[in-house]
Structures are given as structure tokens and as C-alpha cells.
């Protein structure tokens, strides 16, 4: 199930099972989003990203979807793994700014 | 064969004082960023260099001065340290300013007593 904690929406997954998590942004200018994970002590780190032209994009066990409509973004992780725990972010930019704004990160708890 | 690097890790010091935290990307970028987390993990930019001009400078107090000697290396000084700096402060890399795709350090996690 999905619960609210103190400072980060925190998903509880079983193991096998598959994880979503979603992330909704604001600015209809922007064009292009990213989801990064963020392990316990490390820095984010890239898993996959969508340009606003597409709608699905699939990686290596991830899918991520945009619905440009609703100005919403997910990221679908398959087949969950104890090394999926971590904090996820999405983050989106506009065309010609430099600037990538991070939503408020996700937290993912993958139960053996 | 670390791709952003960043040095301290951690660093503890007193209110008042002046530190620098050092970043070097071996990934032949252009562009490079200093973002800080706070401790609801929000990431916010600070800052942004290409080929060692400043582009983007967000409100941040003056106290926080970056410095790149070379478009691989962004430091970080920051100066009369207050307890609000306390944070992580997260170095990254672009392979320029167009590119979207960012690439970040380990991370340098400050504390301010």
C-alpha cells in the first residue's frame, strides 16, 4: 500500500511485486522529465528519462509514462528487487532553461 | 574511474568558519551544477557553470561563492557558516548546457555546530 510519512510519501512493496510510483509537475512548458534514484547516502543517480513527444519510454525493468494531458509522470518498476529501496525523484525542464526542478522525492520500501 | 567526484564526504565544522568542498567530473562536460538537499531531501540548484562561466545563480547568500579554475573542477566556498548551511550539497554534470541529462556526485554532507 501507499502511505504518507512524516516528510515523503512512502510506498511499501513485496518483493516480485511491481512498484509505481507518480509524480505530477506544474509547468505545461516543460518538455522533458527524468527520474533519478536516490540510495541511503549516495547521490541520485539517472534510470531514465521522456521527452514531451512521447507518451511511454521503456529501460531495463522500468517504464516510465507521461500524460502530458494531466501534467502527470510515473515510473513503473518491474519485478521489484530489495535493491530498488530508495528515494525517487522525477524532475522536468523547459526547452532553453538550464534549470531541471526536482518534485518531492518518493520513498520506495521493497519488503523481502 | 568515478564519473562526479566530490571531496569531503562529510564535514563538520563550527558556526563562523569558511569551507570549501571540491568537485571534479572525468566525463568531458561542459556544464556543471552545485545543488543542495535539504533535510525533507527537496534538491534545489544553486548554482551552474559552463566552460567556466557562470549561467545560473540562483538566491543564494553571497557567503556561497563558486569558483572553477577549469571547465572538470566546480568548487564550493562558502563562507561565515551558519547552522542553516547544514545540508547535503550535491555536485553535477551535463555534457552542456543544452544536454538535459545530468550525472551527480556522491554527495558532500555538511554540518554546521
Known amino acids: 500500500g501507499e502511505s504518507v510519512g512524516l516528510h515523503l510519501p512512502t510506498l511499501s512493496v513485496q518483493e516480485g511485486d511491481n512498484s509505481i510510483i507518480n509524480c505530477a509537475y506544474s509547468n505545461s512548458a516543460s518538455d522533458y522529465f527524468i527520474w533519478y534514484k536516490q540510495e541511503s547516502g549516495k547521490g541520485p543517480q539517472f534510470i531514465i528519462d521522456i521527452r514531451s513527444n512521447m507518451d511511454k519510454r521503456q529501460g531495463q525493468r522500468v517504464t516510465v509514462l507521461l500524460n502530458k494531458t494531466v501534467k502527470h509522470l510515473s515510473l513503473q518498476i518491474a519485478a521489484t528487487q530489495p535493491g530498488d529501496s530508495a528515494v525517487y525523484f522525477c524532475a522536468e525542464k523547459s526547452h532553453g532553461n538550464n534549470r531541471l526542478a526536482f518534485g518531492k522525492g518518493n520513498q520506495v520500501v521493497v519488503i523481502p | 574511474d568515478t564519473a562526479v567526484s566530490q571531496t569531503p564526504k562529510y564535514l563538520v565544522t563550527q558556526m563562523g568558519n569558511d569551507k570549501s568542498i571540491k568537485c571534479e567530473q572525468n566525463l568531458g562536460h561542459d556544464t556543471m551544477y552545485w545543488y543542495k538537499q535539504d533535510s525533507k531531501k527537496f534538491l534545489k540548484i544553486m548554482f551552474s557553470?559552463?566552460?567556466?562561466?557562470?549561467?545560473i545563480n540562483e538566491t543564494v547568500p553571497n557567503r556561497f561563492s563558486p569558483k572553477s579554475p577549469d571547465k572538470a573542477h566546480l568548487n564550493l566556498h562558502i563562507n561565515s557558516l551558519e547552522l542553516g548551511d547544514s545540508a547535503v550539497y550535491f555536485c553535477?554534470?551535463?555534457?552542456?548546457?543544452?544536454?538535459?541529462?545530468?550525472?551527480f556526485g556522491p554527495g558532500t554532507r555538511l554540518t554546521v555546530l
Open positions: 557553470y559552463n566552460n567556466k562561466e557562470l549561467i
Open positions: 553535477a554534470s551535463s555534457q552542456d548546457r543544452q544536454t538535459d541529462t545530468q550525472y
